[in-house]
């Protein structure tokens, strides 16, 4: 089995910082993608940033600039620094990876994590 857990979701002011962290563990053969996604409420869940394995990164258009993310290979976590946040960066933040299973090292599979809540208010 394996299990995304993320961390660092809590309540800050507009203009401030967040840094979210998500790490993989469980029968990992090898991750591909690591990302983030969100979801505000009556929205549907949006792609904020994706991490590939060669290192490749691609940011929604709403987030370029102020988010940055980055991943530790030997940790199996994915990072997302979150700077000048506003109050529509609300969101439950979603960890995402697309990996192989020990038990199925030739087919890819997604997985999430339980979601980290965000609330950037004054």
């Known amino acids: 089995q394996v299990q995304l857990v993320e961390s660092g979701g809590g309540l800050v002011q507009p203009g401030g910082s967040l840094r979210l962290s998500c790490a993989a563990s469980g029968s990992i053969n090898s991750i591909h993608i690591m990302g983030w996604y969100r979801q505000a409420p009556g929205k549907p869940r949006e792609l904020v940033a994706l991490?590939?394995?060669?290192?490749?990164?691609s940011y929604a258009d709403s987030v370029k600039g102020r988010f940055t993310i980055s991943r530790d290979n030997a940790k199996n976590t994915v990072y997302l620094q979150m700077n000048s946040l506003k109050p529509e960066d609300t969101a439950v933040y979603y960890c995402?990876?697309?990996?192989?299973?020990?038990?199925?090292?030739?087919?890819?599979?997604?997985?999430w994590g339980q979601g980290t809540q965000v609330t950037v208010s004054s």
């Open positions: 995402h990876a697309l990996l192989s299973t020990l038990t199925a090292p030739l087919q890819l599979g997604v997985y």
């Open positions: 991490n590939g394995d060669s290192g490749t990164t």
